[in-house]
Every structure is written in structure tokens, then in C-alpha cells.
């Protein structure tokens, strides 16, 4: 199976750096894709940016240059770095994982959020 455990979220003030780690700790290793959605209160879930098994990257054009997703895929993690933080990024931070291959995603797996709040 597959077991995401995040970390690194918490206050920071805007303008602040954060970075997230997710790890998947079960016994499937081979996951195609790993990222992270987001949801703030009231509102749906969102991609943030997710990074897939041969180098390719999507994310969310609002996020691109301030937010930056990389693997280690061999130590099963994904990062998120997030620099400018902005009040509007306050959300819960939702590690994702996909089991496929060319962009078909046939199991989905996701961990349980870790808070990030920006605030002054």
C-alpha cells in the first residue's frame, strides 16, 4: 500500500519560506506521481503542484515562482518549498500520490494535511 506521512507545516509570517515533506512509508514504491493539492476553509481542494516519476511537473499558474515541487524518488519523498507566502496560501496542505504511467492515474492516494497559516 501507500502510506503518505507530511511534515514542515506551521505560522508563518507573509513574505516567509516553508517547505513540506511527505514521505511514503508503505510497501509500494513505484509511484508514478507525487504532489500536493490544498484546501482552505470553504473552499475545494486545489493542485499546488505535483511531479511525476519521469521529471515532468504541473502545477497551479498562480504558484509558479513562488512554489517549487521535487522528488527523491528514491528515498519515496516529495518537497514542497514555498517562498512569498501570501495570507491567501493559508490552507491545509494535502500530500498526493498516483499509481499509473503516461498520464493515467489508476489509484490515488492521499495523506492526512498539515496546516500551513500565514499571518502577521
Known amino acids: 500500500q501507500v502510506q503518505l506521512v507530511e511534515s514542515g507545516g506551521g505560522l508563518v509570517q507573509p513574505g516567509g519560506s516553508l517547505t513540506l515533506s511527505c514521505v511514503n512509508s508503505g510497501s509500494i514504491r513505484n509511484i508514478y506521481i507525487m504532489g500536493w493539492y490544498r484546501q482552505a476553509p470553504g473552499k475545494q481542494r486545489e493542485l499546488v503542484a505535483v511531479?511525476?516519476?519521469?521529471?515532468?511537473?504541473d502545477y497551479q499558474d498562480s504558484l509558479k515562482g513562488r512554489f517549487t515541487v521535487s522528488r527523491d524518488i528514491p528515498e519515496n519523498t516529495v518537497y514542497l518549498q514555498m517562498n512569498n507566502l501570501k495570507f491567501d496560501d493559508t490552507a491545509v496542505y494535502y500530500c498526493y500520490a498516483g499509481l499509473g504511467y503516461n498520464d493515467y492515474v489508476h489509484a490515488e492516494f492521499w495523506g492526512q494535511g498539515t496546516q500551513v497559516t500565514v499571518s502577521s
Open positions: 511531479a511525476k516519476s519521469g521529471g515532468g511537473t
